[in-house]
């Protein structure tokens, strides 16, 4: 079993991830060794208000987004669609995505990316 605390867990700042506006917090909640091979990232993302995170496509890969918190606008494949609390988006493997915050809160939310072989 593992356990884990928020002040124990890896917390990054990226800056304009895949050419967006802005940054991201991530924290990891659990880490690679955790994942093991059927995945690569189990985390909870923030987004400030005007903040996105850029279209970008997953080859081997599948990601879905769960939102926690705030308001926002999903792109999937070139459609936007509205993103609030509870919703969940999936982007398949060989499809593109991305997230903009449009509200005056943080946009929180899960991402976890998972491996399709």
Do not use: W
Request: proline share 3%; with cysteine.
């Amino acid at each position: 079993m593992m356990k884990t605390k928020a002040e124990e867990r890896k917390v990054e700042n990226i800056d304009r991830p895949f050419g967006g506006a802005g940054f991201v917090s991530m924290e990891h909640l659990i880490g690679q060794e955790e994942m093991g091979s059927a995945g690569r990232l189990f985390a909870s993302v923030t987004l400030k208000p005007f903040c996105e995170v850029g279209h970008h496509e997953h080859h081997g890969e599948s990601e879905t987004y769960y939102i926690l918190s705030g308001e926002g606008m999903y792109e999937d494949n070139g459609v936007a669609l509205p993103a609030s609390s509870g919703d969940v988006f999936f982007c398949k493997d060989g499809d593109g995505h991305g997230i903009k915050n449009t509200g005056s809160k943080d946009l929180v939310f899960i991402a976890l990316i998972l491996s399709s072989k």
